[in-house]
């Protein structure tokens, strides 16, 4: 499957395999292993919520720093993004400092979403966001805090 | 050709997938004789009727018109709604014809008798050369099946072959739920359970029936 690839096939895989599809895919592993994603919870038939982690790049403040972030798919992903979140402190241009939100608006992966883009795609960005010129330099908040849990919304859709 | 490949498929049942996250077999031998001849049956009307069902596809083709949708899926299909298997329901959904709604009925003297139990199938690009891939909705307890409701079934990977069909596989997972397979786990713990106190294993899969595939 290739990144942005909008014509060619018209075989739409539907939601729920798509997901069976990346959790595979997590499971055996990405790349070089600085980006990695998992399921939450395991009983949610519906693979709802998901935990990455992304370990800062080389020759950036991020450097040698692990990065959880919560993702969840909603029932509309992957025709919609999903909610990106990031649980650890980090100071980032396209991060919301309060809620650790990733704001589409200002990650363009998001705002521009295509259907063929997947978890590992936005953590993999994510990481080369963080070495961009206008993130690498920042000033980071002391290494090793979580947010507190501010997005019950996130957590309490349990509906269907 | 098609009969030879659906026998090669019933006797290769006893070999160990190579396939380390699913070493399943699959339930063929297990079938009533009934059951196996009906898969054979449909194999010969698939390769037989070809032209004729062909032909009334193409006037009913209308609501089945979904980009470029092989014939092969259309003719399946077709059957699929108007000579459904025993205890056995697959309608396609309205905007993806690769995708569709299935419904098995527990098998008659199993623990899962008298529950409903729906399921997803999709058609990958690839098929007939891939496999469908189908998984369970309904919770249900088998040592075969995991918490996701994917299914430990030989067919449905390395012993796949085109000439089995929607239909078959639908069969064959029925049948799965007949002949529970502990030797050929999927979840650990409900097949050790199912060796160290099949009895109540049974139990257990029976209240999860009630609980979860009430069909309500």
């Known amino acids: 499957m290739s990144l942005g690839n909008s014509g060619g096939s018209s075989v739409v895989v539907p939601r729920n395999f798509r997901l069976l599809e990346e959790l595979e895919r997590g499971e055996k592993g990405i790349g070089d292993g600085t980006v990695s994603y998992g399921m939450d919870d395991a009983d949610d038939i519906y693979m709802r919520s998901w935990t990455g982690t992304i ?27 999903p909610t990106v979140r990031f649980h650890s402190r980090i100071n980032m241009t396209c991060v919301n400092s309060d809620t650790g939100v990733v704001e589409p608006k200002k990650f363009s992966m998001l705002a521009n979403w295509q259907r063929d883009y997947m978890m590992e795609h936005i953590l993999t960005n994510l990481k080369k966001e963080m070495a961009a010129p206008h993130n690498r330099k920042l000033v980071q908040p002391p290494e090793g805090r979580v947010k507190q849990e501010r997005i019950p919304a996130l957590q309490s859709t349990s509906q269907g | 050709m098609a009969q030879k490949l659906l026998v090669l498929t019933a006797s290769g049942q006893n070999k160990r997938s190579p396939d380390r996250n699913c070493p399943c077999s699959s339930p063929t031998a297990l079938l009533p004789g009934a059951v196996c001849f009906q898969v054979v049956g449909v194999a010969f009307a698939f390769a037989g009727v ?24 259309i003719k399946e299909t077709q059957r699929l709604l108007s000579e459904p298997a025993p205890g056995i329901s697959a309608s396609p959904s309205e905007d993806n014809m690769r995708y569709f709604n299935v419904m098995i009925l527990g098998p008659s003297q199993s623990p899962y008798e ?14 007939p050369m891939a496999a ?24 449905l990977k390395d012993k796949w072959s085109p000439a089995l069909q929607i ?45 979860y595939a009430s069909g309500a």
């Open chain 1, 55 to 81: 370990i800062g790049p080389h020759n950036s403040v991020h450097e040698g720093r692990i990065y959880q972030l919560k993702l969840f798919c909603d029932k509309d992903y992957p025709d919609k993004p």
């Open chain 2, 50 to 73: 070809t032209q004729l069902r062909l032909q009334k596809s193409e006037s009913r083709s209308e609501e089945m018109a979904n980009s470029n949708l092989p014939r092969r899926i």
């Open chain 2, 132 to 155: 469908p891939k189908v998984r369970f909705l309904t919770k249900i307890y088998h040592p075969n099946i995991d918490k996701l409701g994917r299914i430990c079934l030989d067919i």
């Open chain 2, 114 to 127: 008298g529950g409903v139990f729906k399921l997803e199938l999709f058609l990958p690009e690839e098929y």
């Open chain 2, 167 to 211: 239909r078959t596989v639908l069969l064959s997972i029925q049948a799965l739920l007949s002949a529970p397979n502990p030797d050929d786990p999927l979840s650990d713990n409900i097949a050790k359970h199912w060796k160290t106190n099949e009895a109540e294993a049974v139990e257990t899969a029976k209240e999860w029936t009630r609980l």
